[in-house]
């Protein structure tokens, strides 16, 4: 990691008018990398926190990854992926409230609705598109 800093800042110093660096993070890894060599944070003049998306936003989210699929949560699966986006009270998870964690929930919620639906001898198309609070069950 040394070796790829120490390129860094010399192709920001080398290039400095004509190269535009972002770099994204958590906070806390972002602030160890910054500490990694003297001379960097003074490079990063900007700095921007996002806070965590709160449960609302989280289950909005979640509806518009369904929809891109052509699914959609049910009222009872809302409310069963609402209390999954409850970080847990011992966590040590810093990272809870991030869309990624809810993407992840969403796609295998699809493969368990779909593991689901093949054990149906018929299917309807509304059954195709539903998710229901049994294909949350156990996806944290």
């Known amino acids: 990691m040394l070796i790829c800093i120490l390129s860094i800042v010399?192709?920001?110093?080398?290039h400095k008018d004509e190269l535009i660096?972002?770099?994204?993070?958590?906070?806390k890894e972002m602030e160890k990398f910054?500490?990694?060599?003297?001379?960097?944070?003074?490079?990063?003049?900007?700095?921007?926190?996002?806070?965590?998306?709160?449960?609302?936003?989280?289950?909005?989210?979640?509806?518009?990854?369904c929809a891109k699929r052509q699914y959609q949560l049910n009222s009872q699966a809302k409310i069963a992926l609402l209390?999954?986006?409850?970080?847990?009270?011992?966590?040590?998870?810093?990272?809870?409230?991030n869309a990624r964690?809810?993407?992840?929930?969403i796609e295998k919620a699809i493969r368990r609705q779909a593991v689901r639906l093949i054990r149906k001898h018929s299917t309807t198309r509304e059954e195709l598109m539903v998710i229901e609070p049994c294909d949350l069950t156990g996806v944290e």
């Open 83 to 97: 209390s999954l986006l409850n970080p847990p009270a011992n966590s040590s998870d810093d990272n809870f409230g």
């Open 10 to 14: 010399k192709a920001m110093e080398d």
């Open 21 to 27: 660096l972002i770099l994204a993070g958590y906070q």
């Open 101 to 105: 964690t809810v993407r992840n929930i």
């Open 34 to 65: 910054l500490q990694t060599n003297p001379g960097l944070r003074s490079r990063f003049p900007i700095h921007i926190d996002f806070p965590d998306y709160n449960k609302e936003e989280l289950l909005q989210i979640s509806e518009q990854l």
